[in-house]
């Protein structure tokens, strides 16, 4: 299965092991939650998902990669306790509490939840001396003598065995009390995920045109070579500070993430292209509402790749709109509960009001940061709420109004001004996709690099979103015709059997 589907199939366990009877005792006994197993090629999200999902669930996360550890870190140091036995004297070796056993109990004091999900990464590539640890670790969910708490979910990874040489088979026994999960690359879901926590366009654009080479793993007389989606992921991040230093990213730069030397050199001459096409086409300015005749003459003429990158360019223009209207969306959703909460504090001085909300919301989201509960996007959303209850603390103290009714008037005037900026921003972003439009039809009208426009707003979280609540007629137009098209598809497959 796919990455997405191997995160729904976690927090589907997640909602059903944590689940309780009117007792509160948990429905499927600890016994009874098998421990999930999640297999395949490296690079493809494993580890992130776990975080998704503690996000997601609202509960607490310990990860090790177990690799690292030995068999003493896993299961405890040994010490001489002396136990009285039938009247007699005995001398008993004990273990101290597992570092990893303890990591749980310390997430637990430190987040006040007491569930979440112990997970183990590399589980099957453990040294000789601590693949027992692992497979008594996988069948009765302790390290030692030391029990998981119960309520807390373990979810471990490993690689196949022809990706690492390390690997270890687990037998029947342990097997049978595990659930395996194969996962496997999946292009399309990858770039749901690399559009809503914003992969460089050249990259979604390259893989458009090239998706053969998302992820690729091959052993060859001179050493390993391979692709991954994290690969793609670390160097979008570094194309997005290069660009903002005007630096040149160049062949060898890109081979330290892609260490598939075809791939990287293929890519390094794309990115060349890409800017190049970027300017030639001035996308930002046919956004606006400035098409060239020559532009789109030119761009009929063009070859496929050229044509796909520029469909990808425009994608990644309404994109970046979209988003900021989403962002922009959900700082105002969250201060509008600050505001609530501070009208229900009438009666009391409201700067001093508003200055204990500014310092329990700051508190709040801390809380939620120190305890890896926070996306970057939400952290970046809780900040500038942050930032904004400041500012407007500040600004009341200087306008010197005392009077509560007049204070907040004053306070409702300033988030009436970012309530306008965001219906600015939001009629942008309409008029942008408008124009899009304009441009795909005068230089595709009836092509594959529509429906392919098309398609790509119908997978993107943050068009998606935007399309709820903004109406563009020929964006429903196109859909009604790409599913007709798909459902004829389908009919003359029947017919032809």
């Known amino acids: 299965m796919n990455i997405k589907r191997a995160k729904q199939e976690i927090k589907d366990t997640v909602a059903a092991y944590l689940a309780k009877d009117e007792f ?13 197993l999640l297999i395949g090629p490296p690079g ?19 990860a090790y990669t177990i690799t690292h550890h030995t068999r003493q870190s896993a299961v405890g140091l040994p010490f001489i306790e002396h136990k009285i036995y039938g009247g007699k004297e005995y001398a008993v070796t004990e273990y101290t509490m597992s570092e990893i056993v303890a990591s749980v109990y310390d997430r637990i004091e430190k987040s006040g939840m007491p569930e979440g999900i112990l997970f183990i ?3 099957n590539c453990v040294s000789e001396t601590l693949a027992p640890t692992m497979l008594q670790f996988l069948q009765g969910k302790a390290f030692g003598n030391h029990k998981i708490p119960e309520g807390w979910i373990i ?11 390390s690997v270890r088979e687990f037998d029947i026994v342990t097997m049978d009390r595990i659930r395996r999960i194969d996962v496997e690359p999946d292009l399309p879901v990858w770039k749901e995920y690399a559009k809503t926590v914003g992969v460089h366009p050249s990259i979604l654009s390259y893989l458009n045109v090239r998706p053969q080479n998302f992820c690729q793993i091959e052993t060859t007389v001179d050493g390993k070579r391979f692709v991954t989606p994290r690969g793609w992921e670390d160097l979008s991040e570094l194309i997005w500070i290069y660009e903002k230093q005007e630096r040149k990213m160049d062949r060898e ?30 996308v930002e300015q046919v956004l606006e509402g400035h098409i060239s005749e020559a532009a789109v003459d030119k761009l009929q003429r063009a070859s496929f790749d050229e044509r796909i990158s520029v469909v990808s360019l425009l994608l990644s223009g309404l994109n970046e709109k979209f988003r900021n209207v989403i962002r922009m969306e959900e700082m105002m959703s969250l201060r509008m509960e600050q505001m609530k909460k501070l009208q229900a504090a009438s009666g009391s001085a409201l700067a001093d009001a508003l200055s204990a909300l500014a310092e329990n919301f700051y508190a709040e989201w801390s809380r939620l940061l120190e305890n890896s509960l926070l996306s970057r996007a939400q952290l970046r959303t809780y900040r500038t709420v942050s930032a904004k209850l400041e500012e407007d603390l500040m600004e009341l103290r200087k306008s010197g109004i005392t ?17 306008d900026r965001y219906e600015e921003l ?4 309409g008029k942008a996709l408008e124009h899009a439009f304009d441009f795909m039809e005068a230089a595709f009208a009836g092509s594959q690099e529509l429906v392919l426009f098309v398609t790509e707003l119908n997978t993107g979280a943050y068009s998606v979103h935007f399309l709820q609540d903004y109406e ?22 029947l017919l032809k059997r």
């Open 253 to 282: 730069l890109v081979g330290e993430y892609i260490q598939f030397p075809k791939i990287a050199k293929d890519f390094a001459n794309y990115l060349e292209l890409y800017y190049k096409y970027r300017d030639d086409y001035q």
């Open 24 to 36: 509160g005792a948990y429905e499927i006994p600890s016994i009874r939650q098998r421990p999930m």
């Open 472 to 493: 563009c007629e020929r964006y429903y137009q196109y859909n009604r015709d790409l599913l007709f098209s798909q459902e004829e598809q389908e009919i003359e497959k």
């Open 121 to 123: 990464d590399e589980i």
């Open 403 to 419: 009077d509560w009714d007049e204070g907040f008037a004053f306070l409702r005037e300033r988030f009436g001004a970012d309530s």
């Open 426 to 429: 939001f009629d942008e972003a």
């Open 155 to 165: 979810v471990a990874a490993g690689n196949p065995p022809e990706y690492n040489k």
């Open 44 to 62: 493809i999200g494993k580890t992130q998902i776990m975080e998704q999902v503690a996000q997601e669930c609202q509960i607490g996360l310990v």
